[in-house]
T-cell receptor, first 113, second 113 residues
Framework: KNQVEQSPQSLIILEGKNCTLQ??????????LRWYKQDTGRGPVSLTI?????NTKSNGRYTATLDADTKQSSLHITASQLSDSASYIC????????????FGGGTRLMVKP | DAGVIQSPRHEVTEMGQEVTLRCKPI?????LFWYRQTMMRGLELLIY????????DSGMPEDRFSAKMPNASFSTLKIQPSEPRDSAVYFC???????????FGDGTRLSIL
């Protein structure tokens, strides 16, 4: 069964600090891995998409890494801001068309002043 | 562009009633997805369409759920009869093509009493 596990489930950090969120997956076949940010009461918003041949991708202060051999990904947030408070969801696509997505349970991040 | 538009934003109804959720995808997007999000199960893909044709409905929980896409700018997800366990946030998303970011609406929060 395809699964995406994220850790930690929740995290509290102080504004300005860095943090790293983890994602492990058992999805086959693998097409791509995505990170989404979901603010409370809103739909998820795409941060990055990586194929198996890419091992890092950045979007502003967000940097995602991918190790396709160990089936692990991380999302690093640099110099956190209050607006980074949200749930971060790791998503893996198991089909070549990139439409059948398996979602992780998310990490809820709270950035405090 | 206004993004993916869903209506209603909130729906509260009694069990046994018919519920219809509506979605307007982003113009020019050929793919439309319906998701359900709960605390226990996270985000789950219910069904997706390509060029108005249902491609995969393996995530639809049971026959009480049905989805249609009569044209490129409109889709509905119907639950009949509704049950309390259907209570969740239902998201619609669209994308130009596979392996591209999916753009989510802000969801419909459904409560079945």
């Amino acid at each position: 069964k395809n699964q995406v596990e994220q850790s930690p489930q929740s995290l509290i950090i102080l504004e300005g600090k860095n943090c790293t969120l983890q994602c492990n997956y058992t999805v086959s076949p693998f097409s791509n891995l995505r990170w989404y940010k979901q603010d409370t009461g809103r739909g998820p918003v795409s941060l990055t998409i990586m194929t198996f041949s890419e091992n890092t991708k950045s979007n502003g202060r967000y940097t995602a890494t991918l190790d396709a051999d160990t089936k692990q990904s991380s999302l690093h947030i640099t110099a956190s801001q209050l607006s980074d408070s949200a749930s971060y969801i790791c998503v893996v696509s198991a089909d070549n068309a990139g439409n059948m997505l398996t979602f992780g349970g998310g990490t809820r991040l709270m950035v405090k002043p | 562009d206004a993004g993916v538009i869903q209506s209603p934003r909130h729906e509260v109804t009694e069990m046994g009633q018919e519920v219809t959720l509506r979605c307007k995808p982003i113009s020019g997007h050929d793919y439309l997805f319906w998701y359900r999000q709960t605390m226990m199960r996270g985000l789950e893909l219910l069904i997706y369409f390509n060029n108005n044709v249902p491609i995969d409905d393996s995530g639809m929980p049971e026959d009480r759920f049905s989805a249609k896409m009569p044209n490129a700018s409109f889709s509905t997800l119907k639950i009949q009869p509704s049950e309390p366990r259907d209570s969740a946030v239902y998201f619609c998303a669209s994308t130009e093509r596979g392996n591209q970011p999916q753009h989510f609406g802000d969801g419909t929060r459904l409560s079945i009493l």
